[in-house]
């Protein structure tokens, strides 16, 4: 059992196996885990916004879903993954108030699994699997020797995607 590292909120980590990543309190945030399933090689981020191109001098990049994800593959293939091989699972982006509304203020967590899917269908990565929408946080574990994604809720059963 390796080492069990930590990923924060707006922030990215990558992880070669045995060690497992995670991050805590995904509620409009989406938690995005790619690998390699050969070098068992992986990384999470935890973005909390759709786009960057709306904040000026922006120097977060894991915060976003755009600059996230491709900083994500960037550091996942120089740790020595292979760029063609790299397949996402992804999970969070839920609506956390407890009334609907139309205004994309709001509406933040569809927003993020919406970029989400965009930006890694833009890399050619494809999503093996996602838990998302819904009203509640989840906290997850990742997995990159075996591509389990496990993810927690408060009063649900635990999950493996």
């Known amino acids: 059992m390796g080492n069990l590292i930590k990923v924060g909120m707006a922030d990215l980590n990558v992880c070669v196996s045995p060690d497992s990543i995670t991050t ?7 938690g995005i885990a790619i690998r390699d ?24 990049i894991p915060k976003f879903a755009d600059t996230g994800i491709e900083e994500l593959v960037k550091q996942v293939v120089a740790k020595g993954a292979n760029r063609g091989r790299l397949v996402a699972k992804i999970a969070g982006g ?14 933040v967590g569809e927003r993020n699994v919406q970029a989400t899917k ?3 269908a833009q890399l050619k990565i494809p999503i093996l699997a996602e838990d998302t929408g819904k009203n509640y946080g989840r906290t997850v574990i990742f997995y990159p020797e075996t591509g ?11 999950s493996v995607i």
Request: charged letters at 20%; one cysteine or more.
């Open 24 to 30: 805590l309190g995904l509620g409009s945030c989406v």
């Open 37 to 60: 399933p050969v070098t068992k090689i992986g990384g999470l981020a935890h973005i909390m916004l759709p786009d960057s191109t709306s904040i000026r001098n922006n120097t977060n």
């Open 94 to 107: 839920a609506q956390m108030f407890s009334f609907q509304s139309k205004n994309d203020m709001v509406r």
């Open 118 to 120: 965009t930006k890694l």
């Open 148 to 158: 389990d994604f496990v993810i927690r809720a408060v009063g649900k059963p635990e």
